[in-house]
């Protein structure tokens, strides 16, 4: 199964309050990153893009507030998560901006 599910991955994104605001996904090894902010509040789109520089930031559409974490931070946390076999999806806390 590990071979199945190596270099993909599923970085679930949240706010401080746990409420979640998104998904960074890698669903197949030769695939681009995308971003998915879920269904009900749009489409997804290649992650990062220009307006994702230096700092990504999102709205929690449960608090009302903007979110946000270093851009180069969420890519490590993926690339860690897309280098382990044994692991596909792991949750990152977001700071309110």
């Not at 030769?30 to 489409?43: E, L």
Request: hydrophobic share 35%; net charge negative.
């Amino acid at each position: 199964m590990a071979a199945n599910q190596e270099g993909i991955g599923v970085l679930k994104l949240e706010c401080p309050q746990r409420h979640p605001v998104g998904r960074i996904l890698k669903e197949a090894p030769h695939q681009a990153v995308q971003y998915d902010p879920g269904a009900q509040v749009g489409t997804r789109r290649f992650w990062p893009d220009e307006q994702d520089q230096p700092q990504f930031t999102i709205h929690c559409r449960f608090c009302d507030k903007s979110v946000a974490e270093a851009t180069t931070a969420l890519q490590n946390q993926l690339a860690s998560l897309v280098d382990d076999v044994a692991q596909t999806i792991r949750t990152a806390t977001l700071q309110y901006a």
